[in-house]
C-alpha cells in the first residue's frame, strides 16, 4: 500500500501543478516532466503521475510505465534515515545481500519501501567506494564498515533512540 | 505491385510492400511467430520474440521474418537446421519464465506458446535455463481483468492492440529486465470501465495471461 500524502506533500503538489501548468506539452516532455515533479516532492506519488499524465494527454498507466522503466525515479517517499546497503562486488561477497535482508526484516519494509513514520527507508546502492570496509551500509550520511547482521538491530535503535532524545529536548525548552 | 518470391521450394506472390512474415502467412505458410499483428508493416513490427525466423539466400544469417521487406525473386527458407535451432532456443527462454501448468489455464489448447512447441517438436521444459518466476501470481490492480505474469510472454500485442483501438493504451510494460510486467496501473476504475466492451486485449493474448475476472463466487 502506498503511504498517505503528508501535509508538506500536499502543499508541494500544489507547486508542482502550477509549473505543470506552464509547461510545453508533448510526449517528449514526459521524462522532465517527471524529473521535475521528483525534485519538487523527493518521490513520484500516485497523485503527481496523475498531474504528469493529465498535462500530457496520456493515460497514467503510460506514464508508470516510463516512470518505472528508470532507477532514477522512486515511488516511495525517502525516509528521514535512508538506509543504503551497498551490493558493490566486495560487499555481495562478504554477505551484502544477508545485511539488506536483516534490515528489511527489522524495519519491516521491503527495499525500495519506506516506513510508515517516514523515518527509514532500504534502497540497494552499487559501490560506495571503501571495499576494504566490506559489507558497508549507509545510515543517514553515516557509513558503518564491517556490518554484521547482529548490529542492524543497534543501529535502528540508537536512531530512534536519538529521535526520542531530541523530542524530550524540544518538549522542555 | 505483385512480386514474387519462392519459400520453400514454393512459388508465392505477395505486395511489394509487405514482410515475409506477412506473405509467407497470406500464403498459408506456417512461420512461428508471437509479437506479430497481422496489420503490422516491416517497421512497424517490434520483432521482440525471436521466433519467426527464415533464412533467406543473400544475407549471411537468419532473419526475424516480421521485419523484413520482400524482394522481388527472394529465396526464403522457413525450416533449416539453424532457424529451428535458433526457434527452439527462443522458446525456452520463453517457457524459463513461463509457469508451465496448463491444466487449470483458460488459455490451455488454444495457447500459442502450446501450438509452437508442437510445430517445433520440443516440449514445454526450459532446460538448460533456469526457470524464473514472478510474484504475485496475479495482479488485480485492474478494475475488471486479472493479468497473471507468470502466464504472460511479454509480447506486447495487448499494449500495442489497446493503443491501436484507443488512441491511448490503458495498459503498459512496467519495470525493466526480469521484473518487467504489463499493467494497468490507473487508480481511477471508470477510466476502465469500458474494457469489457471492447476485450481486444483479451481475444488477441496468445498465452491466457490477461483474463476476465470471475466474480468472487466463481471462482
Known amino acids: 500500500m502506498p503511504l498517505p500524502l503528508s501535509a508538506e506533500d500536499r502543499a508541494h503538489l500544489e507547486i508542482l501543478q502550477k509549473q505543470i501548468d506552464v509547461s510545453p506539452k508533448g510526449r517528449g516532455r514526459l521524462i522532465p516532466l517527471l524529473q521535475l515533479a521528483q525534485k519538487a516532492l523527493g518521490y513520484l506519488p500516485d497523485e503527481a503521475l496523475s498531474l504528469v499524465a493529465d498535462h500530457l494527454a496520456v493515460t497514467r498507466s503510460e506514464v508508470y510505465g516510463v516512470a518505472s522503466f528508470y532507477n532514477q525515479f522512486r515511488f516511495n517517499p525517502p525516509g528521514k534515515n535512508p538506509v543504503k546497503v551497498c551490493m558493490g562486488t566486495a560487499c555481495h561477497v562478504r554477505g551484502g545481500e544477508i545485511i539488506l535482508e536483516n534490515f528489511e526484516r527489522k524495519l519491516e519494509i521491503r527495499e525500495g519501501e519506506t516506513t510508515d513514520d517516514r523515518e527509514f527507508s532500504i534502497e540497494r546502492v552499487a559501490c560506495v567506494g571503501c571495499c576494504a570496509l566490506a559489507p558497508v551500509a549507509l545510515v543517514g550520511e553515516t557509513l558503518h564498515g564491517h556490518m554484521a547482521p547482529s548490529k542492524v538491530e543497534g543501529l535502528v535503535l540508537r536512531v530512534r533512540l536519538e529521535k526520542e532524545k531530541a523530542q524530550r529536548e524540544a518538549a522542555k525548552s | ?219
Open chain 2, 1 to 219: 505491385m505483385k512480386i514474387t518470391l519462392t519459400v520453400d521450394d514454393q512459388t508465392i506472390q505477395t505486395q511489394d510492400n509487405s514482410s515475409v512474415l506477412s506473405a509467407c502467412h497470406s500464403a498459408g505458410i506456417y512461420i512461428p511467430h508471437l509479437c506479430w499483428l497481422e496489420t503490422d508493416a516491416p517497421a512497424d513490427a517490434p520483432a521482440a520474440c525471436r521466433l519467426c525466423f527464415v533464412e533467406i539466400d543473400g544475407f549471411r544469417e537468419p532473419v526475424a521474418a516480421c521485419a523484413v521487406t520482400v524482394e522481388n525473386g527472394m529465396t526464403v527458407n522457413t525450416g533449416t537446421v539453424a532457424v529451428r535451432s535458433l526457434q527452439k532456443t527462443a522458446l525456452k527462454l520463453l517457457l524459463s519464465v513461463h509457469r508451465v501448468d496448463c491444466k487449470p489455464c483458460p488459455a490451455n489448447r488454444a495457447c500459442q506458446l502450446q501450438n509452437i512447441a508442437k510445430f517445433l517438436g520440443a516440449g514445454l521444459g526450459c532446460k538448460p535455463f533456469e526457470r524464473v518466476l514472478k510474484e504475485p501470481e496475479v495482479d488485480v490492480r485492474h478494475p475488471v481483468l486479472d493479468y497473471y505474469p507468470n502466464r504472460c510472454v511479454l509480447c506486447g500485442i495487448c499494449v500495442r492492440i489497446c493503443r491501436q483501438q484507443h488512441q491511448q493504451t490503458w495498459l503498459s510494460f512496467a519495470g525493466r529486465g526480469f521484473n518487467t510486467v504489463v499493467g494497468y496501473f490507473d487508480a481511477d476504475p471508470d477510466a476502465a470501465a469500458d474494457c469489457l466492451s471492447c476485450r481486444a486485449c483479451l481475444e488477441y493474448c496468445p498465452t491466457g495471461a490477461l483474463v476476465q475476472r470471475l466474480a468472487d463466487d466463481d471462482r
